[in-house]
């Protein structure tokens, strides 16, 4: 299967911007859509962030659109989330996780990183 492990997380002031990393091993593909969620607690795991890393497609929450944006480094196997503008209530624990269909919906999700918090101030 594939391991998934997130960085980048931290503490910022709100309008600061941040970077999340997710290296995948293990068995990994060339075409495969992967996503980022986040979560807080007593709250649902929210899907925020979506790429189908053959064509590049790419698909978002409306929370979020137009200040993250997901990518892909096929080479590296890693995945990204820039996060600009950031506010308060984007404070979560972030994950990202695979899947083999384009979606936002965490339950179409199969392998799951650690999380990794970002707290905005």
């Known amino acids: 299967h594939v391991q998934l492990v997130e960085s980048g997380g931290g503490s910022v002031q709100a309008g600061g911007s941040l970077r999340l990393s997710c290296a995948a091993s293990?068995?990994?593909?060339?075409?495969?859509?992967m996503g980022w969620f986040r979560q807080v607690p007593g709250k649902e795991r929210e899907g925020i962030a979506t790429?189908?890393?053959?064509?590049?497609?790419?698909y978002y929450l409306n929370s979020v659109e137009g200040r993250f944006t997901i990518s892909h480094d096929n080479a590296k196997n890693t995945l990204y989330l820039q996060m600009n503008s950031l506010k308060p209530e984007d404070t979560a624990t972030y994950y990202c996780?695979?899947?083999?269909?384009?979606?936002?919906?965490?339950?179409?999700?199969?392998?799951w990183g650690q999380g990794t918090q970002v707290t905005v101030s």
């Open positions: 996780a695979a899947a083999r269909v384009y979606s936002l919906d965490p339950r179409d999700y199969y392998s």
């Open positions: 293990g068995r990994t593909y060339s075409r495969w859509c």
């Open positions: 790429i189908d890393t053959g064509d590049g497609s790419t």
